[in-house]
């Protein structure tokens, strides 16, 4: 669904919001000092970046900076502590998007992701549909014909991409980035597997997910 980078040196919290984040279907990373984040975020494509303000090395402000002065317009949402209310001005300024002050409410910051994935995809519809399925991005429903289906966060991400490219040919490799984060152990056949259990679900009256050895898979419109 999204790849999402987390920059937050306190252990706990980072632990807690990438255990967030994965559950609800993101490929997620921590990194603990910015300098990782910049170096990161200059090899791998992320779909949004979470950022504290105040980290060991260098501050949150610098990290912003420095990925709008590279031309890196992807979605910031900055961390903040409480008693440094007085500075978020200056983090949207530097291009942020959004903030959240700590301690925030786990669904809170859910659902201000999503919020921020949405308006970047330039897509102010949550609800897609696609012959009887239809999905509900806001909700994080999907149902063929009114049957709920029951996916798990990674079958989720997985009918997320094919869905948002229904018809196209989606690349395994596409696939993979968007479904597992950075440093996940995947097995040769993860991919399969996550396709294999959504199209199952998608039977009998859904989209067909069909398998084009070589190239990928393409959801059909119909
Ligand atoms: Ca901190």
Not at 59 to 76: E, H, K, N, Q, Y
Not at 93 to 100: C, E, N, P, Q, T
Not at 159 to 180: D, I, N, Y
Request: one cysteine or more; glycine letters at 6%.
């Amino acid at each position: 669904m999204a790849r999402i980078l987390v920059v937050e040196d306190d252990p706990a919290l980072a632990r807690g919001v990438v255990a967030l984040l994965r559950a609800d279907g993101h490929a997620t990373d921590a990194v603990s000092e910015g300098r990782s984040a910049l170096l990161l975020a200059s090899s791998e494509s992320c779909s949004l970046y979470i950022v504290d303000i105040g980290l060991p090395d260098v501050s949150g402000f610098d990290v912003i900076r420095r990925l709008r002065a590279r031309g890196d317009r992807t979605p910031i949402l900055v961390l903040t502590a409480h008693d440094r209310i007085s500075e978020l001005v200056q983090g949207l300024d530097l291009g942020a998007d959004d903030y959240l002050v700590k301690p925030f409410d786990p669904s809170e910051l859910t659902a201000r992701i999503r919020a921020l994935l949405r308006r970047n995809h330039g897509d102010p519809n949550p609800q897609v549909t696609i012959g009887r399925l239809t999905i509900d991005h806001a909700r994080r429903t999907a149902e063929v014909a009114g049957r709920p289906l029951h996916l798990r966060p990674r079958e989720w991400a997985v009918l997320a991409c094919l869905s948002a490219h229904a018809g196209e040919v989606v690349p395994k490799q596409k696939l993979l980035t968007e479904v597992f984060s950075f440093d996940d152990d995947v097995a040769p056949n993860a991919v399969e597997v996550h396709v294999a259990r959504v199209r199952r679900q998608l039977e009998p009256d859904g989209p067909i997910i069909r398998t084009l050895r070589g190239l990928g898979y393409i959801l059909d419109r119909a």
